[in-house]
């Protein structure tokens, strides 16, 4: 069987490195940033570089690892030139843009619109890590619109990678993804803007920073051409996250001014029950 | 020579762990919380617990590992008890409001105000690890006002603890570490009081959020005894930055709601130059 990647950086030469480990695959990958592709190919991610129409023409299953505006662009040609045994998955962090631009599409049908939930702060070739996926969950979103056949061969290379299948609609996935991730990656950038800002010596950024600003500000080192589209194409439930972030921060600041440590103290331990809700 | 330490939680227990395995110290300790002193004598992490008065009165150096504005508070009256040989240290997380207590005391010289740059976000004595502190920083403040042999003691026990100690003024090193160290931890409250409101669907956290949100909102788990009283103590430095960072937040905001995605791009690529500011 035949895989083809387009887009060979964190996610998709992430996905290429495991499948090429198998043994079971022939991979091909092609990617539109010219360093990109050659990076990839002095790292031997897959196993041919070839043109994008090239690959979409060999490939038995099509894998759209590059950002969410351009998925939607060009998902709807890719899909025109598929036939109906081949399969196409893409694997961004948005899902109900994507699926609008090829509601109507007689090929919808082939498509399965896959999130795969790992990631790296880290992006590029370079960036691409054996077992990135392992033990993570992927949720495939609107399956009822996919052939089974289609979503068999997703599943079968979802499962390659150690992921764990879960089932949701696009709306509620882009919904809750603007909480839980969209929104951490916000605070994140604009913790580094205002680090930055405020404090003139940054090598007292470097000397006194400890493992909680690294952690806190570590989303702030993800790139630029993956997030502004993912930000961008889900933006009203995004835009509700911050407005609620907003108020809470003013909250905050509020109880904070009024010198009530008690008060400040019941917020910390309302905001520490996080500690339930996630496992790490 | 003998090491009382007063706090057994986190801090003043990982501090006692290291100094234990040395096999050089005897240690006494003490904690206000009966809990955690219960806690701490069946951790064996002291050689024994004393009251505050009996450690006061037999430890050569005595380390004070509790909340910032106790710390203010309580100090002055244990200087009022040592003698001239003896040795004060507190490890507390802002200097200026701590030193401003004692500036007149007639033992001020025997007082070095530290602070080593380690934690994590848990609390009391069963969060106590060896090697908390090795190969991190160590701040002193306003050493010329403590007496050499004092500094001395005080730099042979962070020593011992494997830090690197630098001396700054407690005023620059309360500002700096507003911006480093405490808007991050508001930041992470925030985000997860955010999340929690609006995420309804307590499950879809558990099961959608990744290692991305897991690290940004890491410190929302930290103490509120501890952190409360930090942010009182460090309060116009740490409004001067939550106020730039909600200005730094709207801008963000009303970028993406201009919908240029170029826009967005060039503020995350600004936010990106925190990888070269930071260690990890």
């Avoid at 399969?87 to 399965?112: N, Q």
């Avoid at 619109?113 to 370079?126: I, N, Q, V, Y």
């Avoid at 003139?200 to 051409?225: C, P, Y």
């Amino acid at each position: 069987m035949t895989i083809g990647i387009i887009g060979l950086g964190l996610i998709g030469g992430s996905i290429a490195k495991d499948l090429k480990a198998t043994g079971q695959y022939r991979l091909l990958g092609c990617d539109s940033n010219p360093d990109h592709a050659s990076t990839a190919e002095s790292l031997n991610i897959v196993d041919k570089l070839v043109t994008l129409d090239q690959l979409v023409e060999d490939s038995n299953l099509i894998i759209l690892a590059f950002p969410v505006h351009s998925i939607a662009q060009h998902l709807p040609h890719i899909l025109d030139k598929i036939n109906s045994a081949q399969t196409v998955v893409d694997v961004g962090s948005t899902k109900a843009e994507i699926l609008k631009h090829i509601h109507t599409h007689p090929m919808r049908a082939r498509f399965v619109a896959a999130h795969p939930l790992a990631g790296t702060e880290f992006s590029g070739p370079t960036a691409a890590l054996r077992h990135l996926f392992s033990g993570k969950k992927n949720i495939i979103c609107n399956s009822v619109d996919s052939a089974p056949g289609a979503l068999e061969m997703a599943l079968k290379i979802f499962n390659a990678l150690g992921m764990e299948s879960y089932f949701m609609d696009a709306g509620e996935h882009d919904k809750h993804l603007a909480y839980v991730s969209h929104l951490s990656h916000i605070s994140s950038f604009v913790l580094s803007l205002t680090v930055q800002d405020i404090e003139k010596d940054e090598e007292q950024i470097f000397n006194l920073a400890g493992t909680g600003f690294a952690s806190t500000v570590r989303l702030a080192k993800s790139n630029s051409k993956t997030w502004a589209p993912i930000f961008d194409a889900n933006l009203d439930h995004l835009i509700k996250a911050l407005d609620h972030y907003q108020y809470r921060l003013e909250e905050f600041k509020s109880v904070l001014k009024s010198r009530k440590t008690e008060d400040t103290e019941r917020l910390i331990i309302e905001a520490n029950k996080i500690k339930e809700l996630i496992k790490n």
